[in-house]
């Protein structure tokens, strides 16, 4: 009896997941959620990104990948997320966030759908300014200053 419970409580919490989970897909140069636009997208290169806001077209944010200068060496490298219309930069080694196996397109996919969970964007492709302070508190490693060159 109790077992039943526990499956159909488990069920429906992940029904609710799933419902609410909102698909985020980057076709061409459109970033897509649930089918809608909400930002322009461009691949700069392998480790390049960068989104424009739909109304204004400017470039909000710039993703790049940084190796460190350490291009064999990989236990150094890490992403700046420089958000450019607020003047804010963001650095962290912490890849699990973002990372899609060697494919770039799901990688900036999945930073989008933590941007949007973290309400960085809202789900119109505007930026948060008072979202985008507590992230870079909770997330920015600050790694350019603690590096010794």
């Not at 460190?68 to 607020?86: A, C, G, H, I, K």
Request: proline share 1%; glycine share 2%; hydrophobic share 35%.
């Amino acid at each position: 009896m109790i077992t039943k419970k526990l499956l159909t409580f488990s069920l429906l919490i992940l029904s609710f997941n799933f419902y609410f989970t909102q698909e985020v897909e980057i076709k061409e140069d459109k970033v897509l959620l649930d089918g809608k636009q909400i930002l322009k997208a461009e691949k700069i290169n392998m480790v390049e990104y960068s989104f424009y806001n739909l109304k204004s077209d400017d470039e909000i944010l710039l993703y790049r990948q940084m190796d460190n200068e350490t291009s064999r060496y990989q236990d150094d490298d890490y992403y700046v997320l420089n958000f450019l219309t607020e003047k804010v930069k963001v650095e962290s080694n912490d890849f699990y966030k973002i990372a899609s196996f060697m494919n770039s397109k799901k990688s900036m996919e999945k930073l989008i759908k933590w941007l949007l969970k973290e309400k960085v964007l809202t789900n119109d492709g505007e930026l948060n300014p008072d979202r985008l302070a507590i992230f870079k508190e909770k997330y920015d490693q600050n790694i350019t200053e603690r590096t010794i060159r």
